[in-house]
């Protein structure tokens, strides 16, 4: 149980996509007090079906409909202690507008979004409130029979703060152990500089793995990372070291032929088959991707210093193609020679 001093202590999850449920249902199986706050079709698919917990290591937990901790209102959250904020970026604001009319004031609001600006937004609404920003190193897709299948590894990294103390115990049990970290900007520019893949995994319509495992999917990626370490350091921003390797080794790993990557980046690769990246799941149900916030921060980091990122300026552009028309495979050889092309040329938009 999530308590402190014998007094049960709640955790609200507002937004129940991929990742809302799964941290919450998790935290809820392990018998923390929780309530999830989500859209309407959410609930009536976990009202009919409950929810199906799936991982890469072999999880299989059915959690039944009834009793299942969701509400559709905001109001619910009135009675939380701690308020994880899992909407997607665009939706920030709004969330945060939500969240502010009805959390008690000492609530601690944690933003487990990618991207680098999700909790300042939150900040921006939330005057008076204790806003930390968080990073989910694994992925979540929902798959058929209200499954939450969770694909790849690694802990849960939230700023730095001691009220976060309480919580590590009911987080450790959920199987969602917390890491805390001092220097929160770089772990959020380490993490972007693996989301530049997103784009390029929702492009392929392949699962992760079968898309990293081919060279010129990889080249791709090599190209986006590049151009964001140029714009990084010219920014003096020094990315965090998020996945094995160190974030200036990237290009120079994606590049390598593919039985070596594969015999030298064998960790990358541990991902499930069937994981897939949060953009493919937008892309493929038709929404509005995070695009802007990832490969977009580059450009627009790029932008504020009179330089270009053109080759994330064009996948920015071909995702956004690809809201309108729906999702057309992308071989790993068409897109590397399209943002080749552009990267060679001159970025001379504003
Ligand atoms: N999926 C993943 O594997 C990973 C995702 N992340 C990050 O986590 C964040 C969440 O991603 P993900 O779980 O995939 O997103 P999802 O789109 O699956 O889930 C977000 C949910 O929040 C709902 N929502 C949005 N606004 C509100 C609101 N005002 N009130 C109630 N519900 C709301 C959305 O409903 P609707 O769509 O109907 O508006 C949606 O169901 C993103 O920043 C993502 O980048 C990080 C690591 C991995
Ligand atoms: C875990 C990862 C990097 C998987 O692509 C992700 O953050 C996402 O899908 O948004």
Redesign the pocket.
């Given at each position: 149980m999530a308590a402190d001093r014998g007094v049960t202590m709640k955790i609200a999850v507002f937004?129940?996509?991929?990742?809302?449920v799964y941290i919450g249902a998790s935290l809820y199986a392990a018998g923390a007090d929780v309530v999830m706050?989500?859209?309407a079709?959410?609930h009536r698919q976990i009202a009919s079906q409950g929810v199906l917990l799936t991982d890469l290591d072999g999880r299989r937990q059915q959690l039944e409909a009834h009793d299942f901790p969701y509400d559709e209102n905001?109001s619910a959250l009135a009675a939380a202690d701690l308020i994880l904020v899992?909407?997607?970026?665009a939706?920030s604001a709004?969330?945060a507008v939500?969240i502010a009319q009805y959390a008690k004031p000492e609530a601690l609001i944690v933003s487990?979004?990618?991207?680098v600006g999700n909790a300042n937004t939150l900040r921006g609404a939330m005057t008076g409130w204790q806003v930390l920003a968080g990073m989910?190193p694994?992925?979540?897709v929902q798959m058929a029979g209200s499954r939450f299948h969770r694909g790849s590894g690694g802990e849960l990294m939230i700023e730095a703060c001691a009220r976060l103390e309480q919580w590590h115990a009911i987080f450790s049990e959920a199987g969602l152990p917390i890491q805390q970290c001092h220097d929160f900007a770089a772990i959020q520019w380490g993490k972007l500089l693996l989301n530049l893949n997103n784009a390029v995994n929702a492009l392929s319509d392949l699962p992760l793995k079968s898309e990293l495992s081919q060279r010129a999917y990889r080249r791709c990626l090599a190209l986006l990372i590049e151009e964001a370490l140029q714009v990084l350091r010219a920014a003096g921003i020094r990315p965090a070291k998020i996945a094995k390797v160190a974030p200036q080794f990237l290009p120079m790993l994606l590049r390598l032929p593919d039985s070596l990557f594969k015999r030298i980046a064998a960790a990358m690769l541990k991902i499930d088959p069937e994981a897939r990246s949060?953009m493919w799941?937008d892309l493929r149900a038709g929404?509005r991707t995070?695009v802007d916030y990832l490969n977009g921060a580059i450009v627009c980091l790029a932008q504020s210093l009179g330089k270009g990122a053109p080759a994330n300026r064009h996948i920015v552009a071909l995702i956004h193609a690809a809201e309108g028309t729906g999702l057309q495979p992308l071989s790993g050889e068409a897109l590397y020679l399209d943002l080749q092309s552009r990267a060679l040329q001159s970025d001379t938009e504003p």
């Open positions: 937004g129940a996509g991929s990742i809302g706050i989500g859209r079709r959410m905001p899992t909407v997607k970026s939706d709004a969330a939500a487990l979004q990618n991207g989910v694994f992925n979540v949060s799941e929404r995070e």
